[in-house]
């Protein structure tokens, strides 16, 4: 089996080629286990308030029974949780999970449209969302499944007179807290109070129910949700703790999640793997305020931080930056976004710490691939497979590539998802007969085993280690009457790797760049806007008509 997988020789001491699956039966069955060993230990930190494992017991205790015994809320119904970094958010995710009801993660900068589609689709009969985004869920809760909405102020759990403070900044002085109102809704602080009164049934959770459903685009335009198991958590937690095991110190990690909780790296590798370890999550609310976020690591002897390439390249470029305490620091894990070499070695050079690549994706949980630890310096691989874990490259024809070949990555393994939430026939296209999971990235693998992303098979454009898909920016654009055609494409750009760039043919002649931001402002997230927009008299295409946007990427070409 070895010569199948040369990368196990390439393994690190002490990890395993194969975890223990078995080990928990759900990811509650590890949060309690952590709650009983680290009871008096921090748990979660936030705006000055920390929250023990103990209280994590009680308050999610206290929302699972709101949940089920207030709501009648009945096993495997979803609650959708739409919030930045806050205390709030670990209560509302591990209470979700105790009641036996599944989380659904939801970006809270989503604009009115893409809310609605995942409410929808989703069917989640309960939404969770801090009240600066409450606005957003006025203009399209009457129109989704959702029964009750649980609103939350960025200060409510910091305790008074903080929290009044906070909460009065938030809204009064810089105006971030635009009025909303909508109808019957609850406070989080309420449903914590009437939970206290409900007691909360005992749920039998299975390893193969769903804990998560985490949207995605996928390979086409349309977000989908990728069912995760409580199987598939608890495989990536082991196989991620497996790999980091060796420097870890039990119930003395601290590590900075500044990427949001409602991403899957942070959900997995920082508030779900560090749990089980009796680590602490300081979670970063505002990571874009990178000045803030310089101060407040420089308050905490931090061991570990995660992030993406722009996030690890902000922060070198922040003055005081290298005046932080690193002593520390032992880990920086760099994923959902290629690692640039010239951000790894000034990282190193800083810091003293290696920044090591992982790879994965929404649909595995999502570790597939991570450097070993103890790699000296960047070396441009997304890592070895870890354990339990199969990789091969495929060509167009379903065969198995040799070494050094080019062809689409494939993974199979523990952490890979049941499926997309209702949509059998787009698992179909992703996971084939023999249970590899098709990436749509193309790579190569060396003899030792280590892979290397060599370009993208899908159009995706990857904006600070966010999926763009170029369907959903083009059928925006498409919706403004002066728009005969468009195309939407990633170019390279230094801040956030890449950023969209929009080729229109126009109908109007007076149509203007300013009116193609002002549309897409409207209708897409911050990080879907098209950074450029370009006119032109006709675009690219294929025989058949399809528009060929590898020549609007080349600008050789394109010119």
Request: aromatic share 8%.
């Amino acid at each position: 089996m070895s010569n199948e997988r040369p990368w196990l020789a390439e393994y690190p001491a002490g990890v395993p080629a194969e975890i223990d699956v078995n080990e928990f039966p759900s990811v509650v069955s590890v949060l309690e286990k952590a709650i009983d060993t680290y009871r008096d230990r921090p748990a979660f930190a936030n705006l000055g308030k920390v929250l023990t494992y103990g209280d994590i017991d009680r308050l999610s205790r206290q929302f699972a029974a709101y949940l089920v015994g207030e709501l009648g809320l009945k096993k495997g119904d979803r609650v959708a949780i739409m919030m930045p970094n806050c205390l709030q958010y670990p209560v509302a995710i591990f209470g979700t999970l105790r009641a036996g009801l599944t989380v659904v993660n939801v970006n809270p900068m989503y604009t009115a449209r893409e809310l609605k589609h995942q409410l929808v689709d989703s069917g989640a009969s309960v939404l969770v969302v801090l009240d600066n985004f409450g606005h957003t869920v006025q203009e399209v809760v009457a129109e989704t499944s959702v029964k009750q909405v649980i609103t939350t102020g960025l200060g409510d759990m910091l305790g008074f007179p903080k929290g009044s403070i906070v909460n009065f900044v938030l809204r009064h002085v810089k105006k971030m807290v635009p009025d909303y109102d909508i109808a019957g809704a609850t406070r989080f602080r309420d449903a914590l109070v009437i939970g206290q009164l409900k007691t909360l049934p005992a749920v039998q959770i299975g390893s193969d129910d769903i804990a998560f459903l985490q949207y995605t685009g996928g390979t086409t335009g349309i977000s989908k949700g990728a069912m995760l198991s409580h199987r598939n958590l608890v495989a990536n937690m082991q196989q991620a703790s497996a790999w980091i095991n060796a420097n870890i110190r039990l119930g003395e990690e601290i590590i900075i999640t500044a990427l949001p909780l409602y991403h899957i790296f942070a959900l997995t590798a920082n508030c779900l793997a560090f749990m089980k370890f009796g680590g602490l999550n300081y979670m970063i609310t505002n990571p874009k305020d990178m000045h803030g976020f310089v101060k407040e690591l420089k308050k905490v002897p931090f061991t570990a931080i995660t992030g993406v390439n722009t996030l690890f390249n902000g922060l070198l470029n922040t003055p005081g930056f290298d005046q932080v305490d690193f002593s520390k620091l032992h880990l920086t894990l760099g994923g959902g976004m290629a690692v640039q070499r010239a951000v790894a070695d000034r990282w190193k050079q800083v810091t003293k710490v290696p920044l090591i690549e992982a790879y994965g994706l929404t649909e595995t949980s999502p570790a597939a691939c991570i450097n070993p630890l103890d790699l000296k310096d960047y070396n441009g691989a997304i890592g070895l497979p870890i354990p339990s874990t199969d990789a091969c490259l495929k060509d167009e024809d379903g065969r198995t590539l040799a070494t050094g070949e080019v062809g689409e990555l494939c993974i199979k393994g523990p952490q890979v998802m049941k499926g997309y939430w209702q949509r059998p026939e787009e698992t179909a296209k992703v996971i084939d007969g023999e249970g590899w999971l098709h990436t749509g990235d193309m790579a190569k693998m060396d003899e030792r085993g280590y892979f290397y992303i060599v370009d993208r098979k899908k159009d995706m454009i990857l904006v600070s280690g966010f999926n763009v898909y170029p369907n959903e920016v083009e059928d925006v654009i498409a919706m403004m009457p002066g728009v005969l055609e468009v195309a939407a494409v990633g170019v390279p750009d230094e801040k956030s790797g890449e950023a969209v760039k929009v080729v229109i043919v126009r109908k109007d002649p007076s149509l203007t760049v300013e009116q193609v931001k002002a549309h897409a402002r409207e209708n897409l997230t911050g990080y879907k806007h098209p950074k450029y927009v370009e006119f032109r008299t006709d675009l690219p295409k294929t025989n058949v008509g399809k528009i060929l946007r590898r020549e609007l990427r080349d600008p050789s070409r394109a010119a």
